[in-house]
């Protein structure tokens, strides 16, 4: 996550400061922006106590802790950052009385819900609402009999699955022992990819069973696609204004109270107390503070990308092999990302130009015509390039496209899921128009009801405290066929045949915090990957080696192939050699008249394997979703069963209690 990239533009800062900023922020550790943020509270807090009450924020009145002892906060909390006998606001008790405390559940797999829910925790904070925010994986499901209100932000994985961290809750919800929430307020937001067909499902069965269950939904679920940031901002907004129209505007910064215009640091006083359990202060106090905002806030996004110079673009499998690996390494310097092992890269991709072009002759438009992208117009065919999504047909698009068809479109629409899917299946929007005749639609009212192209996401192979000035990524190039068709992934085959070395590429950060190395650098680790899923644990190795930890490290890596796919083999021999890489086992499924994949290979070394568990290492999964993850999976439950001698609803506690614990994490897709 980048810490700068500020702009005079963006921010209240002078060009100088901003060029002093734009130096440091990057520069700095967790550990020393915690410390700046509770030194900026002070400060702020200081000058308020010598300001004439006029000038005090919110209106509210400001007493001094005395009590605390020195070197200590004067909240207790340990994370309000204030210095002793610093300022602290206290709501006059009247008001107090009428906030209720507000619970936040964020149920996350690659960290947008989680970075959601903290957004919308510092705005209820920010209107001194008391907030107790928690990753469903650490939050004690018995614990939501006691909830005055609830707001939950959860992903739904792949087809209709809760990510792993919300499937214990997903599951105590959705069962028999759940309790009763007669008058709860609530509310949903749902993350999602409109591709699938069971889009947002996991937020929606948590909408339907909290409503069932006597809640009170307080505003409407809202339903999000890749391109999310919109439609998250919205429901935020509304879910503000319900919560404090419910109460009468006695918060918010529109009330008369005066609540909430300024208001960062934990309410105390007048019996409301900003709630943190021991997760929340693991995840880092600063998260929460309106001082560390746009420190910690990404400069680049999928919207607002880098544009990051290409340094190398090599195929690394050999001569022969059936398959083409691109190896990009991008330059970054001065540009103020940030990233750790285990995060990703977008890529905002250009969509192939032949299918561009035969898409424009076959609607029979102008490719020069202006359209509207967003809030700006742009030529047609810049449009389709770069912005529009034109690769894959989804339900909506399809009733959509309805209005333009009198050629069976609409009846497909009202078909059966079945038929529909075996439809959409494998065909893209030019299928669409030549199969139902929409050549002749308006090109301005057609354009306009696509999706939005989204960026394509790639695991960092690299360590950025290794080499600070660069940032590779490993992609797959996707070619097929498919109804009578060539067809070609879009970020893949763009970056494999139309990025040369010395072009600039659209790439913006996109952090994982549940995939992520130990934070004891003694911890054994076992990676588990096939094809390019190998590619976050190169930048899991290298991390270590460059930090100089000392524990165990173990990989499981599959391919077709020895001669052609052993991807980065040079490398993990140097580092076996050095010790930086303690053990490997690989697996090369052509090789050898049986299939033999990185699941036989665990279970050959099960004893080996389930000695390391016991030693407390932690288990990484990067690839397929479909086929290398639940092998996997079943692959160590049944390694647990075996050598812990255990039933396999215990081997299957066991695995989960791994997951609870962040010791089985998993980047999949």
Same mark, same amino acid.
């Given at each position: 996550?980048?810490?700068?990239?500020?702009?005079?533009? %963006?921010?209240?800062?002078?060009?100088?400061?901003?060029?002093?900023?734009?130096?440091?922020? =990057?520069? *700095?550790?967790?550990?020393?922006?915690?410390?700046?943020? #509770?030194?900026?509270?002070?400060?702020?807090?200081?000058?308020?106590?010598?300001?004439?009450?006029?000038?005090?924020?919110?209106?509210?009145?400001?007493? +001094?802790?005395?009590?605390?002892?020195?070197?200590?906060?004067?909240?207790?909390?340990?994370?309000?950052?204030?210095?002793?006998?610093?300022?602290?606001?206290?709501?006059?008790?009247?008001?107090?009385?009428? *906030?209720?405390?507000?619970?936040?559940?964020?149920?996350?797999?690659?960290?947008?819900?989680?970075?959601?829910?903290?957004?919308?925790?510092?705005?209820?904070?920010?209107?001194?609402?008391?907030?107790?925010?928690?990753?469903?994986?650490?939050?004690? =499901?018995?614990?939501?009999?006691?909830?005055?209100?609830?707001?939950?932000?959860?992903?739904? $994985?792949? %087809?209709?699955?809760?990510?792993?961290?919300?499937?214990?809750?997903?599951?105590?919800?959705?069962?028999?022992?759940?309790?009763?929430?007669?008058?709860?307020?609530?509310?949903?937001?749902?993350?999602?990819?409109?591709?699938?067909?069971?889009?947002?499902?996991?937020?929606?069965?948590?909408?339907?069973?909290?409503?069932?269950?006597?809640?009170?939904?307080?505003?409407?679920?809202?339903?999000?696609?890749?391109?999310?940031?919109?439609?998250?901002?919205?429901? &935020?907004?509304?879910?503000?204004?319900?919560?404090?129209?419910?109460? /009468? /505007?006695?918060?918010?910064?529109?009330? #008369?109270?005066?609540?909430?215009?300024? @208001?960062?640091?934990?309410?105390?006083?007048?019996?409301?107390?900003?709630? @943190?359990?021991?997760?929340?202060?693991?995840?880092?106090?600063?998260?929460?503070?309106?001082?560390?905002?746009?420190?910690?806030?990404?400069?680049?996004?999928?919207?607002? =990308?880098?544009?990051?110079?290409?340094?190398?673009?090599?195929?690394?499998?050999?001569?022969?092999?059936?398959?083409?690996?691109?190896?990009?390494?991008? +330059?970054?310097?001065?540009?103020?990302?940030?990233?750790?092992?285990?995060?990703?890269?977008?890529?905002?991709?250009?969509? !192939?130009?032949?299918?561009?072009?035969?898409?424009?002759?076959?609607?029979?438009?102008?490719?020069?015509?202006?359209?509207?992208?967003?809030?700006?117009?742009?030529?047609?065919?810049?449009?389709?390039?770069?912005?529009?999504?034109?690769?894959?047909?989804?339900?909506?698009? @399809?009733?959509?496209?309805?209005?333009?068809?009198?050629?069976?479109?609409?009846?497909?629409?009202?078909?059966?899921?079945?038929?529909?899917?075996?439809?959409?299946?494998?065909?893209?929007?030019?299928?669409?128009?030549?199969?139902?005749?929409?050549?002749?639609?308006?090109?301005?009212?057609?354009?306009?009801?696509?999706?939005?192209?989204?960026?394509?996401?790639?695991?960092?192979?690299?360590?950025?405290?290794?080499?600070?000035?660069?940032?590779?990524?490993?992609?797959?190039?996707?070619?097929?066929?498919? $109804?009578?068709?060539?067809?070609?992934?879009?970020?893949?085959? !763009?970056?494999?045949?139309?990025?040369?070395?010395?072009?600039?590429?659209?790439?913006?950060?996109?952090?994982?915090?549940?995939?992520?190395?130990?934070?004891?650098?003694?911890?054994?680790?076992?990676?588990?990957?096939?094809?390019?899923?190998?590619?976050?644990?190169?930048?899991?190795?290298?991390?270590?080696?460059?930090? /100089?930890?000392?524990?165990?490290?173990?990989?499981?890596?599959?391919?077709?192939?020895?001669?052609?796919?052993?991807?980065?083999?040079?490398?993990?021999?140097?580092?076996?050699?050095?010790?930086?890489?303690?053990?490997?086992?690989?697996?090369?499924?052509?090789?050898?008249?049986?299939?033999?994949?990185?699941? !036989?290979? &665990?279970?050959?070394?099960?004893?080996?394997?389930?000695?390391?568990?016991?030693?407390? +290492?932690?288990?990484?999964?990067?690839?397929?979703?479909?086929? @290398?993850?639940?092998?996997? $999976?079943?692959?160590?439950? #049944?390694?647990?069963?075996?050598? /812990?001698?255990?039933?396999?609803?215990?081997?299957?506690?066991?695995?989960?209690?791994?997951?609870?614990?962040?010791?089985?994490?998993?980047?999949?897709?």
């Amino acid at each position: 996550m980048s810490r700068a990239g500020l702009q005079v533009g %963006n921010s209240p800062f002078s060009q100088e400061q901003v060029e002093l900023l734009n130096r440091l922020l =990057p520069t *700095l550790t967790p550990e020393q922006m915690n410390w700046l943020d #509770g030194y900026m509270a002070g400060v702020r807090a200081a000058g308020t106590a010598g300001a004439p009450a006029s000038a005090q924020p919110l209106g509210l009145p400001v007493v +001094a802790n005395d009590a605390a002892p020195a070197g200590t906060c004067g909240c207790g909390t340990g994370v309000c950052g204030l210095p002793v006998g610093a300022a602290t606001a206290v709501l006059p008790a009247a008001q107090a009385a009428d *906030l209720p405390e507000v619970t936040v559940l964020f149920g996350s797999q690659t960290g947008n819900a989680e970075r959601l829910a903290k957004q919308l925790t510092q705005r209820l904070r920010d209107r001194s609402f008391a907030v107790n925010i928690s990753c469903m994986s650490e939050y004690k =499901p018995t614990n939501l009999k006691k909830a005055k209100c609830v707001f939950v932000v959860v992903s739904t $994985h792949g %087809n209709g699955e809760p990510p792993d961290k919300a499937k214990t809750l997903h599951e105590f919800v959705l069962g028999k022992r759940a309790p009763k929430l007669e008058g709860v307020p609530f509310s949903v937001l749902a993350l999602g990819d409109i591709t699938y067909e069971r889009f947002c499902q996991t937020g929606k069965d948590f909408d339907r069973r909290l409503e069932e269950l006597g809640g009170q939904r307080l505003f409407d679920r809202t339903d999000c696609d890749v391109d999310y940031e919109e439609s998250a901002a919205a429901w &935020m907004d509304g879910v503000l204004g319900a919560l404090e129209g419910r109460l /009468g /505007g006695a918060s918010g910064p529109s009330s #008369g109270a005066g609540l909430g215009s300024g @208001l960062s640091l934990p309410v105390l006083g007048g019996g409301v107390a900003a709630v @943190l359990t021991a997760s929340e202060r693991t995840l880092s106090a600063p998260a929460y503070s309106a001082a560390a905002a746009v420190a910690t806030a990404p400069s680049y996004t999928r919207n607002r =990308p880098y544009y990051a110079e290409v340094l190398e673009n090599l195929d690394l499998n050999g001569r022969g092999s059936d398959k083409e690996t691109r190896y990009l390494k991008l +330059a970054i310097e001065g540009s103020g990302l940030t990233f750790e092992p285990g995060d990703s890269l977008g890529i905002c991709p250009q969509n !192939h130009p032949d299918l561009v072009d035969e898409l424009i002759r076959e609607m029979r438009w102008n490719a020069d015509e202006p359209v509207p992208v967003g809030k700006e117009e742009r030529p047609l065919r810049e449009a389709l390039a770069g912005h529009y999504e034109i690769t894959v047909l989804t339900r909506p698009l @399809l009733e959509q496209a309805a209005d333009f068809s009198h050629d069976g479109l609409p009846n497909l629409v009202r078909s059966p899921a079945e038929q529909l899917r075996a439809y959409i299946e494998g065909r893209d929007l030019l299928d669409l128009v030549r199969d139902y005749s929409l050549t002749g639609a308006p090109a301005r009212e057609f354009v306009g009801r696509l999706r939005k192209l989204p960026g394509r996401l790639y695991s960092i192979s690299s360590s950025q405290r290794a080499n600070p000035d660069e940032v590779d990524v490993t992609i797959a190039a996707v070619r097929y066929q498919a $109804h009578q068709r060539d067809r070609f992934g879009t970020c893949s085959i !763009h970056c494999a045949e139309r990025v040369a070395v010395g072009d600039r590429v659209p790439i913006y950060v996109h952090s994982n915090p549940n995939f992520r190395l130990p934070s004891d650098p003694d911890a054994p680790i076992i990676m588990i990957g096939a094809g390019t899923g190998v590619a976050p644990f190169r930048a899991f190795v290298e991390d270590r080696e460059e930090t /100089g930890a000392q524990g165990k490290s173990w990989l499981f890596f599959g391919d077709r192939r020895f001669r052609t796919d052993f991807l980065y083999q040079t490398e993990w021999q140097r580092w076996i050699k050095q010790g930086v890489l303690t053990r490997m086992d690989v697996a090369f499924s052509r090789d050898t008249g049986r299939k033999v994949y990185v699941q !036989h290979r &665990m279970m050959e070394q099960s004893r080996e394997f389930f000695s390391w568990l016991e030693e407390g +290492a932690y288990v990484y999964v990067c690839g397929s979703e479909e086929k @290398l993850a639940p092998d996997v $999976h079943a692959t160590l439950t #049944g390694i647990v069963e075996r050598e /812990g001698g255990l039933r396999r609803d215990e081997a299957e506690a066991y695995v989960a209690d791994l997951q609870r614990e962040g010791r089985y994490q998993r980047d999949v897709y």
